[in-house]
């Protein structure tokens, strides 16, 4: 009884976990957004300025915008 219980649940996971796999990479935009956040720039002010920032050296976020600085 026991083995039977762990048959069905063993099989019931890969079940879930191999449908969900092939949902995930079934689509034509897989992967286009999985690192979507390293477009943020740093910091509230660079961003606002529209990221012109590379000539104000006077605050931490000059070393992410112009590393010359």
Do not use: C, E, H
Not at 14 to 37: D, H, I, P, Q, V
Not at 46 to 56: F, I, N, Q, W
């Amino acid at each position: 009884m026991m083995i039977l219980r762990r048959i069905q649940i063993s099989f019931l996971f890969l079940l879930l976990t191999s449908s969900a796999a092939r949902a995930a990479f079934t689509s034509k935009s897989a992967g286009t957004s999985g690192s979507a956040f390293l477009k943020i720039g740093a910091g509230a002010r660079p961003t606002g300025m529209g990221g012109a920032y590379t000539s104000v050296s006077d605050d931490v976020n000059a070393v992410y915008w112009n590393t010359a600085g």
